[in-house]
């Protein structure tokens, strides 16, 4: 039985109905409160009135990643600031970040979304439950942290990193439930096994992984090494973060919460809703959210959407597993990465030409990116000293901003090949 079996065995017909009514709810209060919808809703000649059924929401504007950055950091907040008691961020498609503002209810919602796909997982009170998502910006830490606090989890936020620690909690703590990145989790389970202590050996028994697309060969991987069942929670900090969306006993695709989200599927070049079953991009409306609920934002997360009977007893719509993006956007352990990130941070260096190509693979189970950039004549014939030197330099500053390890080397001028049409910025060779 699901966690909150009111909303989520709520029959389709009432579900329909609570939807609608709080789609209404959000576009009047996002009318009334910020002059960018005020703007579009007039523009579109619709009021919240004029929303008769669910499917009127293709009636909506679509909002995208360009709308939050030109309003940046809070142009979008429907409330006051001093109504916000939290404000997440992620990476914006240039230098600024996007932000994710959130009120006290806000919060409250996103811990009850949270304890739903931990409840789905198999997560339960008596867990000893270790958080390795990055406490912080990221919504990760915090998000999974208030969700199992929610079910009464005994919680250690050991955030990520720190490999060996967080092996030697687990075993001192008797660890039983685990959240991080899925590469991330098979990172720790390889060295734990290096340090001659399976994972498998140990108390663990459930992990929730996400933030990054995984595939079945991977859960079975992480599954074998580490002794556990492993779920798949899915989410974005435009929306509020991880809970969004989650794995339940069926493991046969993730239920969208869908008193909180309403789900469509759109063709990503034309924009026309598709119907269910067919691929497209996810699109999703916040419809609970008070301090930026977002209607109609383009993930550009690639997915299908079915409606089924599921064993799980949840009568919520199933997305398939994240298959890939429309867009460009990178995702490297975990973390969001534009190519027109780098290269607005490419421009405050001198030393460089604005050629270059991002390399990236795994080694072992963690995403590595390189990246290749020209060097100015001067900078090229000063020698090999002044180029390591610029490739610290340009590495460091990358890291310090966008907190991804890159490894920068510097190439002769005019090695890099021109481009005939669109430029190749990015050469992605890790497995799909
Ligand atoms: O990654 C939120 C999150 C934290 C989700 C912890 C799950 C667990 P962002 O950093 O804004 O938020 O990145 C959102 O990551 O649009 C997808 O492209 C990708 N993504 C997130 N979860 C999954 C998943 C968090 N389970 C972007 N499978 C999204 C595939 C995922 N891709």
């Not at 017909?13 to 910020?34: I, P, S």
Request: proline share 5%; aromatic share 6%.
């Amino acid at each position: 039985m699901p966690y909150n079996d009111q909303f989520e065995c709520m029959p389709f017909e009432e579900l329909q109905k609570f939807q609608l009514a709080k789609l209404k709810e959000t576009v009047a209060w996002l009318y009334e409160r910020v002059p960018f919808y005020k703007n579009k809703l007039d523009e579109l000649g619709i009021k919240a009135d004029d929303l008769k059924r669910v499917e009127d929401i293709s009636k909506l504007p679509f909002t995208v990643k360009t709308d939050l950055r030109d309003n940046y950091p809070f142009g979008l907040c429907a409330v006051p600031l001093k109504e916000v008691v939290r404000v997440h961020a992620s990476s914006g498609t240039t230098g600024k970040p996007i932000t994710g503002p959130y009120t006290v209810g806000d919060l409250d919602q996103w811990s009850e979304c949270v304890a739903r796909v931990l409840w789905a997982a198999g997560v339960r009170e008596d867990d000893i439950f270790q958080n390795a998502y990055g406490h912080g910006l990221f919504t990760g830490g915090l998000g999974l942290h208030q969700g199992a606090t929610r079910l009464g989890c005994t919680v250690v936020p050991t955030s990520s990193g720190m490999t060996e620690r967080q092996i030697l909690i687990m075993k001192d703590f008797g660890t039983t439930g685990i959240c991080c990145t899925p590469s991330y989790a098979l990172t720790i389970a390889e060295r734990a096994e290096e340090l001659g202590t399976p994972l498998k050996d140990l108390p663990l028994r459930v992990g929730v992984f996400g933030a990054e697309p995984w595939t079945n060969a991977m859960r079975q991987e992480i599954e074998e090494r580490m002794g556990i069942k492993a779920r798949d929670i899915y989410g974005l900090t435009e929306l509020g973060g991880p809970g969004m969306a989650y794995e339940c006993e069926a493991e046969n695709g993730l239920h969208i919460n869908e008193d909180h989200f309403i789900a469509e599927i759109v063709d990503p070049i034309t924009l026309e809703p598709v119907p269910m079953g067919e691929r497209g991009e996810l699109v999703l409306t916040a419809i609970q959210r008070r301090a930026m609920p977002l209607l109609r934002y383009r993930t550009k997360d690639i997915t299908t959407l079915r409606r089924e009977k599921c064993s799980c007893g949840s009568t919520f719509v199933k997305m398939d597993r994240i298959t890939g993006r429309s867009d460009d956007m990178l995702i490297i352990n975990g973390v969001n990465v534009f190519p027109s990130q780098i290269e607005s941070l490419l421009k405050d260096f001198e030393e460089v030409e604005l050629q270059y190509v991002l390399h990236v693979g795994k080694k072992k189970h963690l995403d590595q990116v390189n990246l290749r950039v020209e060097a100015k004549q001067d900078v090229y014939d000063a020698g090999p000293e002044k180029i390591v030197q610029v490739e610290k330099k340009i590495s460091s500053h990358i890291k310090g901003i966008l907190g991804v390890g890159v490894g920068v080397e510097l190439a002769a001028p005019k090695a890099l090949t021109r481009s005939e049409g669109k430029a190749v910025r990015v050469i992605d060779e890790r497995p799909k």
